[in-house]
Structure formats: C-alpha cells, structure tokens
C-alpha cells in the first residue's frame, strides 16, 4: 500500500516540509480516535479535543501512546487539519538530535510552522533527558511568537520518566481507533467500489477486525481485498466469452450475500495462515518432499518465471535431502504437474498465482514451523535465491525481476528475525548479498535494514541487533551494513543511536567500513545538533593509533575536503566558523590540529590527486578568500605539523610544504602572487615553530649547531 509506505517511510525526511499530497492522503483515509463518553456512556470522537489544544500559538500536545496505535497518523492529522484552517503554512519533522536533551534553541526560527517530533525509543547508553517534560514551558515560549506548534510521539513508560514539570494539559486522553472505522477508510481511498458495508456487517468480519492494531487491520484490509480479486479472477477465467463473464458475473451478484460469506471465510483462514488446509495438503499420502519443496519455492520466489522456480526447487531438495533430484530428464514430474500438485495457476507468461488470498505467506510459515532442523540450510538457499537465474530453464531474470525478488526475501527475513528475536535469517542474506555485491542487491539489503530500523514494529528488535553488529569484527558485511544504516534515515531520526553504532564500526579494521563512514560522516553533519558529538568522534577516531591510518583519516577528510556552499568555497567543517552566531557549532583548533595531523600522515609524494592535497588546497583557498579564517587555518596547519620529540614531525612537514607548493602552481593551476605569498606566510610560521624546537634543544645544553638543525628538523 503506497500510503502506508509514506505514513512510515515519507516523514522520516527531516530536511524537508511534508508534502501537500502526502497530507492529502492523511486526511483521506485518517479514522479518527475515540473514547468513552462518562456523561452519555457512549463513544466520541475526540479528535477535536487534541485539536483544540493546537489552536493557540506556540501550543504543544504530547501523544503519550503505545507504538501502533494511529500515534504517527494522528500527529499529521492534527497537523493537516491546521493547515487546512489556515492556522500555519507548512509542517515539518524534527528529529530529536544526538544529545539526550532537546533544548528549545533547536526549533527552527521560521513562522507559523507545525513540528511533529517522536522521540527516540530508551535503551542502554541512550535516554531522552528526564527534564524533557519541564523543558515545554520553553518550547512553548519559543513557538509562541512565530506562531507555531507542536505534537511530540512519546510511549506511557518513557512519559513517566521524562513527563515530570510538564504544562498541564498537553497529555489528553485521545481514546483508540475502532478497527472497523479504519478498515472502511482505507477500503473507501484505496478501492472506491468494494462493498465495505456487506463485509463489515458480517458477524465473523467484525471477530476479526476486533481489537486488532491498525497494522494488523491494514494487513485484514489487504486480505479482504486479495479474497474478492481471487473471486473475480476466478470468474473471468472460467468463462469461455464475454457472454459468459456477463452472465457470471450477474449470477455472482444475485448471490452476493453467499459469495461474500466465502470469502470472509477465506479471509479468516488466512489469518490463521491456512494452517488446516495446509496440513491436510501436507499429508496426503501421495505427496512427495519435491512437491512440498516445489510450494515453498513457489511462495519465496513468487512473481518468477515458473522454470527458474523449477531449477530452484530442485536446488532446495538438493540442499534439504541431500540428493540431486533428476530434473534434466523426464523422470520427476514437470512444470505443469508441479503448478497442478500446489494448486497454483499458470499465466501465459510462466508465472505462478495461488488462488487463495495469503497463500504463499502461509505456506512458508507452515514450513517453518514444521521443519525446524531444515531452518538453517533453508536461510542459506533463501539469501541466494535472488542473486542468479537458472541457464538450463532458458528463462531470464533481469535485475528488476532479481530486486522484487529480493525484496519479498528481505521481507520474509525480518518479519522471521523480528518474531522470533533470531539474527540469523538477517544475517545470512547480509553476507550473501554483500559477498554478491555485483549482482546488485547489496544497497537494497542497507535500504531493507534501514526501513527496518525505524519502523515501529521492527525497530527495537532491530536497533539491538545493529548495536550487536556493529562490534562484530569477522566479517565485512555486518558492520558495513550498520554504517550504511547509520547514514540513512535511521541516522537522522535516531542521530544519537547511531552515533553509539558508529564508535562501535569504527573499530573494524577494514578499509571498506572505513569508506562507509566517510559517506556517514557527511550525511549526519548536515543536522547540525549532531555536529559537536559527531566531531568529538572524528577528533578520538584520528588520535586512535588503531583507527587514525583508516578511519580517522578518511572520516576527518569527508569533511575537511568537501565544500559546504559552493559559492563561498569554504570546507564544510568549517561553515559557521567566520560568523557571528553564538548558537552555532564551532570544531575546537585543537579537534582540527588532530583531525589534520591524521590527514597529513598520508605522507609527501606526488601533488594533485590525493586527499590531503584537496584538503590543503580547499583550506588555503579558504583562507585566501576569507580573511576571517585565515588566522584559524594557518594555526590549524602549522601546529599539526608541530610534533616534537620524533621522526614525525619532519614528515609531517615536508607532505604540507610539498602540498602548499602544488596550490601555488601546478598543470592545472597557473602561478598566483597571491597563493605565494600565503604560502610564504605559512612557511614562516612552520620555521618559527621549527627554531623554537633548536632552542628547546640548546637549553638543554651546548649541542653542536648543525647536529641541532638536523635534529629539531627530525623532530
């Protein structure tokens, strides 16, 4: 369902307003809440009551509620609603940043906005600040004359924690979405012609909607309609002409009452993962492991050509059994008496469909459940079922095909980590789709784990199970996966978590974590509360003697030789440095001395290509143009190379000369007086600090004046 997608997906987007047409669909398909009535003993919306409170100017509503339960969609609601009474212009997420308080300084300074801000679930190492309750009485303050508001998404257990010295009111009791109430709005947007008010008034309809969460109802919902498409599919193909399909068609609706009572039926059955008629289909006499293996196949690759499902078949019996099941030939049964054995339909392009809604589904769950020693060589056939097609069957499967594929496994895996508080399903299509990163599939793996990380089913299961992966140092691809996760939207709405992961990867000692993080690195510095945490980072990873050569380097270098506004050409890690707000993050002379002494380690050679020369030739070009950075650029160079008792100091010093003068001329870069005569400065101030070594020494005592040139220059 595409707006589900967007209810959890499309807001996560800090940097950007909520869309007009993402609001739209809110307001389409929103079931409101509703609560007991102690005065009449009735129900009522009280949708207006939690809207009430966002009326006046800088007015903060806390939903206080469980994960599941409409929290998120009521938020926008509410926002969408006072959009619509002209009350503010734009709405906007905010994310909770990387400390554990949440000042008021951080809401942003535009008028008539509305924020919706959730806060970041508990866990060892990470807590909201139990002063965030208190805290409202300033963010209101601040909202209040740029005629904004805001919803903050809290849970009861961390409420209580953190809700003490609230402003009174700002937690009203909002009551529950009925099921049926969201199943009618998600029918009526999404299926204008459904007949919503014979399904719903069936007694056996209403069991199973009652007191489902709205997930759970979403997934009813999808049911529903699966069971009337199969019905009319099943219609179209039994008649032989358009005659006959009118007349069946027309028989059908005579008897709507009787069609609908089978299909709630089925519906029912789904829900209850066929598991009786899947028993009993299991257990026939005649059945053949091939067969079972055939279904399963079926239901993991669904959507493939029938003879790569074929192949794929007999590579899973091969795997579960221990045989080689004779394909080639015409000994085991074929294709057609496969699909028939699973009752499944073939469509004239090869493709399986089962008749009953949730079929597929059902039948992996059966299979896991019934065959726990067959689980682990299944997870391994699992992770390489998308990555190549069968050359034998002589059917092609291109890389969409692969990636929808891989998508439906992606699925199946977390749905079975999460249920099951099990790493291992995750685990093995990371590594096979990171070892097969050609094939593809690796970026939809990180983009799989990602959505995982924040949506609120998965998301504590698999915040924990990134926090585990993040320290595992055997194998590339778990760490690499948490990197890539870290700088997605995991990273922005969670900063401070995935901070924490970050410190962990860094620790890996492989060159292709240490890239990732350089691509983190960057997309977490564009949130500008995560800066100062994030730089403390960078600034221990480069003073780490394990990490510097690798992580530190590379993370520093991400920032140090990117430029933040193109037209002002200044580093990115140094934009607010030459202005006069006290709000905003400054690196510390000392955070930067560290950061370059890691870059200029690279060492002296060649000018031109390499990152320290970017970086050397990006700062001096900044210092050229902004006269306010000089001082802090030149400071920042001459005392990285400043090391003193060792070789490396005159290492240090010779790859900075050596990149100076490439910025003062080289074959792409004509002689400048300008860029000599900075250079000069710089040199001068590296001479000073160099005499100030030699006198050092001589206080030590009378040394030889060209032994104590040499030696100050070594050191």
Same mark, same amino acid.
Request: glycine share 6%.
């Given at each position: 369902?595409?707006?589900?997608?967007?209810?959890?997906?499309?807001?996560?987007?800090?940097?950007?307003?909520?869309?007009?047409?993402?609001?739209?669909?809110?307001?389409?398909?929103?079931?409101?809440?509703?609560?007991?009535?102690?005065?009449?003993?009735?129900?009522?919306?009280?949708?207006?009551?939690?809207?009430?409170?966002?009326?006046?100017?800088?007015?903060?509503?806390?939903?206080?509620?469980?994960?599941?339960?409409?929290?998120?969609?009521?938020?926008? %609601?509410?926002?969408?609603? &006072?959009?619509?009474?002209?009350?503010?212009?734009?709405?906007?997420?905010?994310?909770?940043?990387?400390?554990?308080?949440?000042? %008021?300084?951080?809401?942003? /300074?535009?008028?008539?906005?509305?924020?919706?801000?959730?806060?970041?679930?508990?866990?060892?190492?990470?807590?909201?600040?139990?002063?965030?309750?208190?805290?409202?009485?300033?963010?209101?303050?601040?909202?209040?004359?740029?005629?904004?508001?805001? =919803?903050?998404?809290?849970?009861?257990?961390?409420?209580?924690?953190?809700?003490?010295?609230?402003?009174?009111?700002?937690?009203?009791?909002?009551?529950?979405?009925?099921?049926?109430?969201?199943?009618?709005?998600?029918?009526?947007?999404?299926?204008?012609?459904?007949?919503?008010? &014979?399904?719903?008034? +069936?007694?056996?309809?209403?069991?199973?909607?009652?007191?489902?969460?709205?997930?759970?109802?979403?997934?009813?919902?999808? &049911?529903?309609?699966?069971?009337?498409?199969?019905?009319?599919?099943?219609?179209?193909?039994?008649?032989?002409?358009?005659?006959?399909?009118?007349?069946?068609?027309?028989?059908?609706? %005579?008897?709507?009452?009787?069609?609908?009572?089978?299909?709630?039926?089925?519906?029912?059955?789904?829900?209850?993962?066929?598991?009786?008629?899947?028993?009993?289909?299991?257990?026939?006499?005649?059945?053949?492991?091939?067969?079972?293996?055939?279904?399963?196949?079926?239901?993991?690759?669904?959507?493939?050509?029938?003879?790569?499902?074929?192949?794929?078949?007999?590579?899973?019996?091969?795997?579960?059994?221990?045989?080689?099941?004779?394909?080639?030939?015409?000994?085991?049964?074929?294709?057609?008496?496969?699909?028939?054995?699973? /009752?499944?339909?073939?469509? +004239?392009?090869?493709?399986?469909?089962?008749?009953?809604?949730?079929?597929?589904?059902?039948?992996?769950?059966?299979?896991?459940?019934?065959?726990?020693?067959?689980?682990?060589?299944?997870?391994?056939?699992?992770?390489?079922?998308?990555?190549?097609?069968?050359?034998?069957?002589?059917?092609?499967?291109?890389?969409?095909?692969?990636?929808?594929?891989?998508? /439906?496994?992606?699925?199946?895996?977390?749905?079975?980590?999460?249920?099951? /508080?099990?790493?291992?399903?995750?685990?093995?299509?990371?590594?096979?789709?990171?070892?097969?990163?050609?094939?593809?599939?690796?970026?939809?793996?990180?983009?799989?784990?990602?959505?995982?990380?924040?949506?609120?089913?998965?998301?504590?299961?698999?915040?924990?199970?990134?926090?585990?992966?993040?320290?595992?140092?055997?194998?590339?691809?778990?760490?690499?996966?948490?990197?890539?996760?870290?700088?997605?939207?995991?990273?922005?709405?969670?900063?401070?978590?995935?901070?924490?992961?970050?410190?962990?990867?860094?620790?890996?000692?492989?060159?292709?974590?240490?890239?990732?993080?350089?691509?983190?690195?960057?997309?977490?510095?564009?949130?500008?509360?995560?800066?100062?945490?994030?730089?403390?980072?960078?600034?221990?990873?480069?003073?780490?003697?394990?990490?510097?050569?690798?992580?530190?380097?590379?993370?520093?270098?991400?920032?140090?030789?990117?430029?933040?506004?193109?037209?002002?050409?200044?580093?990115?890690?140094?934009?607010?440095?030459?202005?006069?707000?006290?709000?905003?993050?400054?690196?510390?002379?000392?955070?930067?001395?560290?950061?370059?002494?890691?870059?200029?380690?690279?060492?002296?050679?060649?000018?031109?290509?390499?990152? =320290?020369?970017?970086?050397?030739?990006?700062?001096?070009?900044?210092?050229?143009?902004?006269?306010?950075?000089?001082?802090?650029?030149?400071?920042?160079?001459?005392?990285?190379?400043?090391?003193?008792?060792?070789?490396?100091?005159?290492?240090?010093?010779?790859?900075?000369?050596?990149? %100076?003068?490439?910025?003062?001329?080289?074959?792409?870069?004509?002689?400048?007086?300008?860029?000599?005569?900075?250079?000069?400065? &710089?040199?001068?101030?590296?001479?000073?600090?160099?005499?100030?070594?030699?006198?050092?020494?001589?206080?030590?005592?009378?040394?030889?004046?060209?032994?104590?040139?040499?030696?100050?220059?070594?050191?």
């Amino acid at each position: 369902m595409i707006a589900v997608k967007n209810v959890f997906e499309q807001t996560l987007d800090t940097h950007a307003s909520i869309s007009a047409g993402y609001l739209d669909v809110i307001r389409e398909v929103y079931a409101e809440l509703h609560a007991n009535d102690h005065v009449t003993g009735t129900e009522r919306s009280t949708f207006n009551d939690g809207y009430s409170l966002l009326e006046l100017p800088g007015s903060v509503l806390v939903l206080n509620r469980p994960p599941n339960t409409s929290r998120n969609i009521t938020a926008y %609601a509410l926002m969408a609603r &006072l959009i619509e009474n002209g009350l503010i212009k734009e709405v906007w997420p905010l994310s909770f940043g990387s400390a554990s308080i949440f000042p %008021a300084k951080r809401l942003p /300074r535009e008028q008539h906005r509305g924020y919706v801000l959730e806060l970041p679930a508990d866990e060892d190492g990470f807590e909201v600040h139990d002063s965030f309750g208190a805290n409202l009485k300033d963010v209101q303050e601040h909202l209040g004359p740029r005629h904004s508001r805001l =919803v903050v998404i809290t849970t009861p257990d961390q409420w209580r924690r953190i809700g003490r010295g609230a402003p009174h009111g700002v937690t009203p009791d909002l009551g529950q979405a009925r099921p049926a109430d969201i199943a009618e709005r998600w029918l009526r947007a999404e299926e204008p012609s459904f007949p919503i008010a &014979l399904w719903l008034r +069936r007694l056996k309809m209403k069991a199973l909607l009652e007191g489902q969460s709205p997930t759970e109802v979403l997934r009813i919902v999808g &049911l529903m309609r699966e069971a009337r498409r199969s019905a009319l599919r099943t219609i179209a193909n039994a008649s032989a002409g358009l005659d006959e399909l009118q007349r069946r068609r027309a028989e059908a609706a %005579a008897d709507a009452d009787e069609a609908i009572d089978k299909q709630v039926a089925e519906v029912a059955a789904a829900r209850n993962n066929w598991e009786d008629d899947l028993h009993t289909w299991h257990e026939t006499p005649e059945r053949t492991s091939f067969q079972r293996n055939f279904l399963v196949t079926a239901a993991v690759l669904r959507g493939a050509p029938v003879g790569h499902i074929y192949a794929k078949a007999a590579d899973l019996s091969k795997l579960l059994e221990g045989h080689d099941v004779e394909v080639t030939g015409q000994q085991a049964p074929g294709v057609i008496a496969m699909t028939r054995a699973i /009752r499944a339909d073939r469509t +004239r392009e090869g493709v399986l469909t089962f008749q009953r809604p949730n079929w597929d589904d059902a039948a992996l769950e059966y299979f896991w459940t019934d065959r726990p020693l067959a689980r682990v060589p299944f997870l391994q056939w699992l992770a390489q079922a998308p990555l190549d097609e069968p050359k034998v069957a002589m059917e092609s499967v291109g890389l969409d095909d692969r990636r929808a594929l891989a998508e /439906r496994v992606g699925d199946f895996a977390v749905r079975w980590a999460v249920r099951h /508080r099990r790493q291992e399903p995750l685990e093995e299509l990371v590594k096979a789709w990171h070892k097969h990163s050609k094939k593809g599939l690796w970026p939809l793996a990180t983009a799989l784990l990602d959505d995982a990380a924040v949506h609120p089913a998965s998301a504590p299961y698999i915040n924990t199970m990134l926090l585990s992966w993040a320290s595992r140092k055997t194998d590339v691809a778990l760490p690499l996966a948490v990197v890539s996760v870290c700088a997605g939207k995991f990273g922005r709405i969670h900063t401070g978590k995935a901070l924490r992961r970050l410190r962990h990867a860094a620790e890996s000692e492989h060159p292709e974590v240490a890239a990732a993080l350089r691509e983190a690195v960057r997309t977490l510095w564009a949130d500008v509360s995560v800066r100062p945490l994030l730089f403390k980072d960078i600034v221990d990873w480069c003073g780490n003697a394990k990490v510097r050569e690798t992580v530190g380097r590379q993370t520093f270098a991400a920032l140090a030789t990117t430029v933040g506004n193109e037209n002002l050409g200044i580093p990115l890690i140094l934009e607010n440095s030459s202005d006069g707000d006290e709000e905003e993050f400054r690196p510390s002379p000392e955070g930067l001395i560290q950061g370059w002494r890691a870059l200029l380690r690279e060492g002296p050679g060649p000018t031109g290509t390499r990152e =320290v020369d970017r970086a050397v030739f990006l700062w001096l070009d900044a210092a050229l143009r902004h006269r306010p950075l000089r001082h802090l650029i030149l400071h920042s160079l001459r005392k990285a190379v400043d090391v003193r008792g060792t070789e490396e100091g005159r290492v240090l010093r010779e790859t900075l000369r050596a990149c %100076a003068h490439g910025w003062v001329q080289g074959e792409d870069r004509p002689f400048s007086e300008e860029r000599e005569s900075l250079r000069q400065d &710089l040199g001068a101030l590296l001479d000073e600090d160099l005499y100030a070594a030699v006198q050092e020494q001589e206080e030590g005592g009378p040394i030889d004046e060209g032994a104590t040139i040499k030696r100050a220059d070594t050191k």
